[in-house]
């Protein structure tokens, strides 16, 4: 955890310079909503009112978690960020471990049989709203074995959507994790291929999937098949493989971790803008640290500290995982860390991956650790579409398998699985038509592979 602080943005000069009128009225002396626009810092009003206000929030939050803990971690709590080994020793917190580790816990210290919410948008495992609507749901339509197929392409990241800057593509732990923990559950996924491609993106997403992946695992094969790229997050995911397959063109590695902000402070001046910080610590160390996230601070020597510590201890967590996902030391990823990347073939020799192959390969593989024909049924789980995306290029056997995969996903599917993968998906890409969109954005046309048949 870091401290609180407030920081305000004044633009009176701005406004003088660009000759906007500022005419405003206050009720109040202490009032001051108006000063961004009439000041170039707060008044003496506004920053005793503020000054109370944070000593008052910052008292109640460190008494509260003092309280709460039991122990004078009161010091500790504006001094972070703290990896969590760190965070452990100074009694920030009991144990280590995810999300379903902790609810276990508690349902062994209650002596209850199931956890539930009661704030959130989360879910419980099991009982309430989900039993309902899964009564209405009827049978499960992926009830016969199969092998799983998921797609995790794009960058990795914690929510679902939602924000300014957010949008469907990329993996998402909220969305993601939920359908590797049902596909740990599911007796009829017999296996999962896991088809990733991606650079990488949040830590501690990459993290919680990793966990997910390893769960599945200890249920049943769990076969990991490299597209373009598996990459810092990416290969962090990926190491939970019990066999990973790669493309000789495919990219590796890259374990290592970064971290950094913009600051915009000196840039701001520029326009005459003039950003005040105003923490609620009295020592400065740590009201510097309440703002090592601010846009508009830059770091000093202390905190950066602080952040190289961090992603030190990241790192080392980066490595311990991929030694137990591959079941090595860590001594082996000597000339394969430390943020390098590899072709398809090289990490192979270095014990990233362990076979070059495609999809069609890992689908195979998985087919046969669980048990079922080399025919046997392959569904695309999580992510409907996508399919020509997913497997690419020309190989007949990728096509074959995503031919059977098709026309198991949806109704549609099943309706145009005679028709080759490339009309299939402009087919796809036209139905809304027929749903009433009034408006679609599709290539008016469909490209057929040219190569050799």
């Known amino acids: 955890s870091v401290g609180i602080a407030f920081q305000l943005i004044f633009g009176r000069s701005l406004l003088d310079k660009l000759k906007v009128g500022v005419d405003f009225l206050q009720v109040g002396k202490y009032k001051g909503a108006q000063e961004p626009y009439t000041r170039d810092e707060p008044s003496p009003e506004a920053r005793e009112s503020i000054d109370l206000t944070l000593r008052d929030i910052r008292k109640a939050w460190i008494d509260a978690v003092v309280e709460g803990r039991g122990k004078p971690v009161g010091d500790a709590l504006e001094d972070g960020p703290h990896p969590a080994k ?19 816990k508690a349902r062994e210290s209650a002596g209850a049989e199931r956890t539930r919410p009661i704030f959130g948008g989360k879910s419980g495992e099991g009982g309430g709203i989900d039993e309902l609507l899964r009564s209405f749901a009827g049978s499960d339509p992926s009830a016969d074995p199969h092998v799983a197929l998921v797609r995790a392409t794009g960058a990795i990241t914690m929510g679902g959507g939602g924000g300014l800057l957010s949008s469907d593509d990329g993996i998402s732990e909220a969305k993601l994790g939920k359908l590797l923990k049902d596909l740990a559950d599911d007796e009829a ?6 088809r990733i491609d991606s650079p990488g993106g949040s830590a501690l997403a990459s993290d919680l999937l990793w966990h997910r992946l ?10 990991v098949s490299v ?19 790669a493309e000789p063109t495919s990219i590796v590695g890259s374990i290592g971790v970064v971290a950094g902000k913009l600051a915009f402070d000196e840039t701001l001046e520029q326009f005459g803008v003039n950003v005040v910080t105003m923490p609620a610590a009295p020592d400065p160390k740590k009201a510097a640290r309440a703002t090592m996230l601010s846009p508009f601070d830059r ?19 980066f490595l311990d995982r991929i030694a137990e996902g591959r079941g090595f030391d860590k001594k082996v990823l000597d000339g394969a860390a430390e943020g390098r990347i590899f072709g398809g073939v090289t990490a192979k020799e270095l014990k990233l991956v ?31 579409g996508g399919l020509a995306e997913l497997f690419g290029g020309g190989d007949e056997a990728a096509r074959a398998f995503a ?7 949806d109704p549609l599917e099943k309706l145009l699985g005679k028709l080759p993968l490339e009309a299939r998906a402009w087919v796809r890409a ?24």
Do not use: N
């Not at 770091?299 to 967590?317: F, I, N």
């Open 86 to 104: 760190e965070a452990k020793e100074l009694g920030l917190i009991d144990e280590i471990g995810f999300l379903d580790e902790a609810r276990k």
């Open 189 to 194: 996924a017999k296996a999962v291929v896991l």
């Open 214 to 223: 390893m769960e599945i695992r200890k249920k049943k094969p769990l076969i």
């Open 227 to 245: 597209g373009g790229m598996a990459a810092s997050g990416g290969y962090y995911m990926s190491c939970a493989g019990s066999k990973i397959y």
């Open 299 to 317: 770091w000093d020597d202390a905190t950066r500290a602080k952040m190289l510590a961090s992603m030190e201890s990241v790192y080392g967590l």
């Open 354 to 384: 362990d076979e070059i192959g495609g999809l069609d390969d890992a689908l195979r593989h998985a087919l046969s650790e669980a048990g079922l024909p080399a025919d046997g049924k392959v569904r695309l789980r999580g992510q409907p």
């Open 403 to 409: 031919e059977r995969a098709a026309r198991e996903v």
């Open 430 to 453: 036209m139905a809304p038509l027929a749903e009433r969109e009034k408006v679609v954005t599709s290539i008016p046309f469909v490209v057929m592979g040219t190569g050799p048949q």
